[in-house]
């Protein structure tokens, strides 16, 4: 595969190869499902084997679980998280925390989050630099937050990853399979430069998980339903 200087590879085996080497870089990208399709993990694994190739650093903000729960489970995965590399070149960031903190200082009125969530994005790029952001997930962000006009905010968030000229991978939790629609609040499938859908499906009493590039602009890429598989040997998904 020839790789491309100006994308980001997910590192799904089967899926670069037929994507022109991965996401363009600058570019945002929904990765929908409903739980348990392994969002998380395809985020963390796309930036944990950027970073070990040296073709990237990020930063993983949480809110769907908390930074020790996300950590343990991509060891449990089989990826190196106490890596060195892996340690000073992805900043899991647990807004929950921050959260938390707000509250037992009793600030949590008013607050605006989506602007304290960019200052603090801005903050790291121009203190340790960084070029990929996963954020997971903004329904999360959306409850912990409660804000009052989530459509503005998503559009306001989107607006800043693509001023800081960060590539994004925004896990969007979805409801249910019925909607043709990737995103909880209705704007983020267009706002976004590309949507990975994952699945699990049912035949009779197996499941399997299926992966889609719904869209990825800029990117002759992959169409249909594929199968997704974890390979434990390489810590990457491979799609069939
Ligand atoms: N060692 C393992 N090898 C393969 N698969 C595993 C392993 N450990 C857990 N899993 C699978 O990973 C799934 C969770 O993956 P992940 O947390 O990435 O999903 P998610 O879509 O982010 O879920 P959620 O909606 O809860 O955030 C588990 O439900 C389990 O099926
Ligand atoms: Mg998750």
Redesign the pocket.
């Known amino acids: 595969m020839a790789l491309s200087l100006d994308r980001i590879p997910t590192y799904i085996t089967g899926l670069d190869e037929n994507m022109q080497g991965g996401i363009p870089k600058g570019h945002i990208v929904l990765i929908a499902?409903?739980?348990?399709?392994?969002?998380?993990?395809?985020g963390?694994a796309s930036l944990y084997h950027a970073v070990l190739e040296g073709r990237a650093s990020g930063i993983y903000v949480t809110m769907?679980?908390g930074k020790e729960s996300l950590a343990s489970?991509m060891k449990?995965?089989?990826m190196d998280v106490d890596d060195a590399r892996v340690r000073s070149h992805i900043a899991i960031i647990d807004l929950a925390d921050l959260r938390v903190q707000l509250d037992a200082q009793g600030v949590t009125q008013n607050v605006d989050w989506m602007g304290q969530l960019i200052k603090q994005l801005a903050n790291y790029r121009d203190s340790i630099g960084f070029e990929v952001v996963v954020f997971?997930?903004l329904g999360a962000f959306f409850t912990l937050t409660k804000m009052e006009n989530p459509r503005d905010e998503v559009f306001r968030f989107f607006e800043a990853i693509r001023r800081m000229g960060l590539t994004g991978m925004i896990?969007c939790?979805m409801m249910g399979e019925m909607k043709n629609q990737f995103g909880e609040f209705g704007i983020e499938d267009y706002l976004s430069d590309g949507v990975i859908h994952?699945t699990m499906e049912r035949s009779g009493d197996e499941v399997n998980r299926k992966l889609s590039v719904v869209k990825m602009r800029h990117t002759k890429h992959l169409m249909g339903y594929h199968p997704l598989d974890?390979d434990?040997d390489t810590q990457r998904f491979i799609i069939g």
Do not use: R
Not at 35 to 40: C, E, R
């Open positions: 499902g409903v739980s348990g399709t392994m969002k998380s993990t395809i963390f769907e679980q489970h449990g995965m089989g997971d997930s896990i939790e994952v974890w434990e």
